[in-house]
């Protein structure tokens, strides 16, 4: 499945694709039936680009990238996580979180690979992008 992404200058383009199971509940009795805990089978995709690779050919290794989410979330209740201590994890919040997890890890890279969005899909009719302003063109 191909998405669109941000129109970017950067050599290399990579999209990785991953799924984990989670379940999360929105505390407020504004989200109806969200309120209470329930599950999903989150789709992932992101956006990873730059200009250089590392040694071994890579812009990035694709299962660093699983592992990360993988570890962090799968089979999870998503609102026990530390980064939703103060925010609801909804569609939104979670595409975020991501894309700052991704982001930090990208950081210790030597060849500084970016990631440009997270998409994320909750449902097989609801999806959410997030994109930060600085790849937006």
Do not use: W
């Not at 970017?8 to 209470?36: T, V």
């Not at 805990?37 to 812009?59: K, P, Q």
């Not at 060849?111 to 997030?130: A, H």
Request: hydrophobic share 35%.
């Amino acid at each position: 499945m191909m998405y669109q992404t941000p129109v970017h200058d950067f050599e290399y383009e990579l999209n990785k694709d991953l799924n984990f199971s989670a379940a999360h509940h929105i505390p407020n009795r504004r989200a109806g039936k969200c309120a209470n805990i329930h599950g999903h089978t989150y789709f992932v995709n992101m956006t990873i680009a730059g200009d250089m690779l590392d040694d071994l050919g890579f812009l990035v290794n694709f299962s660093d990238v699983k592992k990360l989410i993988d570890e962090a979330f799968d089979h999870t209740l998503l609102n026990d996580h530390p980064r939703f201590l103060d925010i609801p994890p909804t569609s939104e919040t979670l595409a975020k979180t991501i894309h700052e997890m991704v982001s930090e890890y990208l950081a210790t890279l030597d060849n500084r690979p970016v990631c440009l969005q997270v998409f994320l899909r909750e449902t097989p009719s609801s999806y959410v992008i997030y994109r930060p302003k600085e790849f937006r063109k």
